[in-house]
């Protein structure tokens, strides 16, 4: 399933093989596989419960599986050279109240041995006007913005990102995704753990669906897509005779004035030849694909949280 391993000739930042997991008699991850490569962002998707954190942590090295291999640049987790090359956002970011920004991105700096822009990094961020303020003034957004600051030290191989747009606004979320773009665009393999579907539909290269501890889906949003075998919805609003169209479609009437028909990807071009030739009969046309929400439900069979 995954399609990490087309990549001929490229060893993965990330490898994770047959992972299991147990919490006392209970399994929660069963043979987990997935690669990450470098330059690639790829979202974790979830409902609560499904394995997500549960599998980052193992990748930090912070909890012992019982079955399978990780391995980040060939280094196992919490080894020193996989400490070096892996950067970790949680959801709940926690700082010293006293210190102020630059304080805590030097230290960290300092901790990880390697020289940065600090002041640059924290303007990059945002943070360039609250640098010097103390973290116990900053808003939970502002917390998270300097957590994303301490990811981009270093340039890591390895960036895990759990939720990283909880606490932002909109205009923060964006700024994000372009950092985080940057992150790949630099070599950096980037995982993103998210329940925020709308986001991660349009700014990442695979997506990752885990369900009760299983990894069920693992591809591009394309190739999700042509998996699941999900219609397309067109939507034809008609210049005149909207009964007409239903009638020649077999779809069905909206709003008295359009009719919409569903159509698998296989025979788009073939449906969108015929409704051409209808000619000025037909006023507008909207084609919808199946987006990554309709996906989500498909391949977790549960309904969305």
């Not at 630059?102 to 943070?127: C, H, M, N, S």
């Not at 950096?188 to 369900?211: G, K, Q």
């Not at 501890?213 to 219609?231: E, I, T």
Request: a positive charge.
């Amino acid at each position: 399933m995954d399609k990490g391993n087309a990549r001929v000739g490229s060893d993965p930042v990330l490898s994770i093989r047959g992972l299991n997991k147990f919490r006392g008699k209970v399994q929660v991850l069963h043979g987990v596989d997935l690669d990450l490569y470098a330059g690639e962002r790829v979202a974790l998707l979830g409902h609560n419960g499904a394995g997500k954190s549960t599998m980052i942590k193992a990748v930090l090295g912070l909890i012992k599986a019982e079955g399978g291999e990780i391995s980040i640049c060939g280094s196992k987790p919490g080894s020193a050279k996989a400490r070096a090359a892996t950067a970790f956002l949680p959801e709940a970011v926690s700082f010293h109240p006293a210190v102020t920004g630059r304080e805590q991105l030097t230290l960290f700096a300092r901790l990880a041995g390697v020289k940065a822009d600090i002041v640059g990094l924290l303007e990059r961020v945002g943070l360039g006007e609250a640098l010097d303020r103390r973290i116990g003034t900053y808003s939970k957004g502002m917390r998270q913005r300097l957590g994303l600051a301490q990811v981009l030290l270093g340039k890591p191989k390895l960036a895990l990102l759990d939720e990283p747009t909880s606490g932002l606004d909109p205009i923060s979320r964006q700024d994000l995704y372009a950092i985080i773009d940057e992150l790949a665009a630099q070599g950096t393999a980037v995982l993103i753990a998210s329940h925020a579907l709308t986001e991660v539909e349009a700014r990442t290269d695979r997506i990752a669906i885990m369900r009760k501890g299983v990894l069920v889906a693992n591809d591009s949003l394309q190739g999700l897509s042509a998996q699941a075998g999900l219609p397309t919805r067109v939507r034809i609003r008609a210049s005149e005779d909207a009964a007409a169209i239903a009638a020649r479609t077999g779809g069905r009437r909206i709003n008295g004035a359009s009719v919409e028909i569903e159509i698998q990807a296989a025979d788009k071009m073939a449906t969108l030849r015929e409704i051409a030739a209808m000619g000025d009969a037909v006023a507008d046309l909207e084609i919808t694909p199946p987006r990554l929400e309709d996906l989500y439900r498909h391949y977790a069979k549960e309904g969305l949280q």
